[in-house]
Nanobody
Framework: QVQLVESGGGLVQAGGSLRLSCAAS????????MGWYRQTPGKQRELVAT???????HYANSVRGRFTISRGNTENTVHLQMNSLRPEDTAIYYC?????????WGNGTLVTVSS
């Protein structure tokens, strides 16, 4: 089993920045993908950004150029630097780790962007 713990959510004004972090623990493998999805009420969970262990990032078109995903000091930590935040970025952000064909999810952290 893998456990994911997110941190860094909160309230910010439009145009501001936040940094989310996610730490994985448990039975982790070196070959993995970590990333972030987000969800708002009544909508499906959507991809924000992912990062392979080879450090190849993938971004949703809506956040490309504003968000940056990166690994931490270990391969079990991932960060999401969010700049130029917009009210439409308001959502619960979930960390995901995929390894050995299994998706593991965190409990989510709320990001609220006020206009």
């Amino acid at each position: 089993q893998v456990q994911l713990v997110e941190s860094g959510g909160g309230l910010v004004q439009a145009g501001g920045s936040l940094r989310l972090s996610c730490a994985a623990s448990g039975r982790t493998f070196s070959i993995n993908v970590m990333g972030w999805y987000r969800q708002t009420p009544g909508k499906q969970r959507e991809l924000v950004a992912t990062l392979e262990n080879t450090n190849i990032p993938h971004y949703a078109n809506s956040v490309r150029g504003r968000f940056t995903i990166s690994r931490g000091n270990t391969e079990n930590t991932v960060h999401l630097q969010m700049n130029s935040l917009r009210p439409e970025d308001t959502a619960i952000y979930y960390c995901i780790r995929t390894q050995d064909g299994i998706n593991y999810w965190g409990n989510g952290t709320l990001v609220t962007v006020s206009s």
